[in-house]
């Protein structure tokens, strides 16, 4: 079952544009991660959020969490072509810290 | 370091056949896991090992085993290929979980 749900599903912007992301989920979380996938590739790493935190930066990224309203949001700042990829967020639950993920967001940064 | 190798790239597989998807870390993770992804669906766990000799279900297990007999190598085994076995498939592991996880290339795999 899907832990996080992310909205929008497609995001469609200028470059030079901010692009932000959200991510739902269900259940009391140990931290909440937000993934980039450019296209036919795998996943990496962007950032991690610990349940205990209210806001992380790094670099362009800004990532908030909200517990109490089961919610986090990916902010990108001055958004590039490079950008242009999948963004997925997954959440840690339980003690075997494995990852559940969201369908992703589609984003597509226009030259 | 070479990260998260995963072979192959592709396959295409007959319905019935068995096959072996290979996962390798040299980053000393204990933590290592597999996932499938569908169009629109995103990732789900398939099984999962949080050490050498320690293996575990995750959320659509069925139609594959694994096994941990070492902290590198942690294959998935395709028992007898379906049509709904077709998808992607990604390997990746982490330090116990806590920092986040590397993810292979991926293995996209057609069963006709």
């Known amino acids: 079952s899907q832990q996080g749900e992310e909205d929008p599903q497609a995001l469609s912007i200028q470059e030079g544009e901010n692009a932000t992301m959200n991510c739902s989920y269900k259940t009391s979380i140990n931290n909440l991660q937000w993934y980039r996938q450019n296209s036919g590739r795998g996943l990496v790493h962007l950032i991690l959020i610990r349940s205990n935190e209210r806001e992380k930066h790094s670099g362009r990224l800004r990532v908030t969490l909200d517990t109490s309203k089961k919610s986090s949001s990916l902010l990108i700042t001055a958004s590039r072509a490079a950008d242009t990829a999948s963004y997925f967020c997954?959440?840690?639950?339980?003690?075997?810290?494995?990852?559940?993920f969201g369908s992703g967001t589609q984003l597509t940064v226009l030259p | 370091n070479a990260g998260v190798t995963q072979t192959p790239k592709f396959q295409v597989l007959k319905t019935g056949q068995s096959m072996t998807l290979q996962c390798a870390q040299d980053m000393n993770h204990e933590y290592m896991s597999w996932y499938r992804q569908d169009p629109g669906m995103g990732l789900r766990l398939i099984h999962y090992s949080v050490g050498a000799g320690i293996t575990d279900q995750g959320e659509v297990p069925n139609g594959y085993n694994v096994s941990r007999s070492t902290t590198e190598d942690f294959p998935l085994r395709l028992l007898s290929a379906a049509p709904s076995q077709t998808s992607v498939y990604f390997c990746a592991s982490s330090y116990r979980g806590i920092d986040g996880y590397t993810f292979g290339s991926g293995t996209r795999l057609t069963v006709v």
């Open positions: 997954a959440t840690d639950a339980g003690s075997a810290r494995q990852l559940t």
